[in-house]
């Protein structure tokens, strides 16, 4: 739902990233307050048009009139714009100025414009050439995949490739003062490139050991082990890990939940049998070796 700001003059709205906010109840002592502020320029304007919609922008009050908590919550990146309450007894005291003028050079051939698209809220410098007419756009970042900005997937996969906590590390960015995704963002990227990535390069890795223990010859000698999520007979999920000794490489992983054997226990030997098939199908001869089962 959109909704603009009711002073004379003003567009903004909260799609337009601007914190709104609706005016007291008609019982309240600032009520009238609010209404002779809104008819200073609008002298049509009438308390019995109100809805639920009608809203003042952020641009109409003074920072003293916000919650100095709710700022400073806000500024530490612990609560968003939105959530940013006024201070009691706030009154709306900034009306709308006029429109700003030029103050270019007439003998300038260059006009520099900066154009909202309010959906995405992202700002793009358009230079034009008043001569020939070319036009440059400039980008703080090169934009990769269905148009998504290089620094923000980068930034995901750092995270991930390094093991940092996500909520931990995007928390951090943002105290800092720093502008960066979402958590949610990172999840999203994580699911769909990130962990894909992970398993084309290991699959890469894992076919180029194949091949190269299939060049070397002879039995292969095993060393396997079994990690859970969890120590004791709780866990959910069971990582089993098979090390060839001769090159000291992993050899294959499989990963067992608890709830495909009897009790997660049983993880260990499940991952045992499921990395001794994924051998023979490659057709390996196991010569020995030591896992745990």
Request: glycine share 8%; charged share 20%; hydrophobic share 30%.
């Amino acid at each position: 739902m959109v909704n603009s700001c009711v002073c004379f003059g003003c567009n903004n709205s909260n799609l337009s990233g601007h914190r709104v906010h609706r005016f007291p109840n008609k019982k309240h002592k600032d009520f009238h307050a609010w209404i002779r502020f809104v008819q200073a320029k609008r002298s049509n304007f009438a308390a019995s048009s109100l809805t639920r919609h009608t809203v003042v922008c952020e641009k109409h009050f003074t920072p003293d009139s916000y919650n100095q908590g709710d700022l400073m919550e806000f500024r530490m990146g612990f609560r968003r714009k939105e959530w940013v309450r006024l201070a009691n007894g706030a009154v709306p005291s900034v009306h709308a100025g006029p429109p700003a003028k030029s103050g270019g050079s007439e003998e300038s051939n260059v006009n520099v414009s900066t154009r909202r698209e309010s959906a995405r809220r992202k700002r793009e410098l358009c230079t034009a050439c008043g001569t020939c007419g070319n036009e440059r756009y400039w980008q703080n970042q090169e934009k990769v995949h269905r148009n998504m900005p290089a620094c923000n997937l980068l930034l995901s996969g750092a995270i991930h490739f390094s093991g940092c906590m996500a909520s931990q590390t995007i928390r951090m960015l943002k105290l800092f003062g720093l502008q960066c995704i979402s958590p949610g963002t990172f999840f999203c990227h994580q699911r769909y490139y990130s962990i894909p990535t992970i398993m084309q390069a290991w699959r890469n890795e894992q076919r180029g050991i194949i091949r190269e223990l299939k060049e070397t010859g002879g039995g292969l000698i095993l060393s396997g082990d079994c990690r859970s999520d969890s120590p004791g007979h709780c866990a959910k999920y069971g990582s089993y890990s098979l090390i060839e000794d001769r090159i000291n490489k992993v050899l294959d992983v499989q990963l067992v939940q608890s709830s495909e054997v009897p009790s997660s226990s049983w993880c260990e030997l499940e991952g045992l049998k499921r990395s001794m098939q994924f051998l023979m199908d490659q057709d390996m001869q196991v010569a020995g070796g030591q896992v745990g089962t």
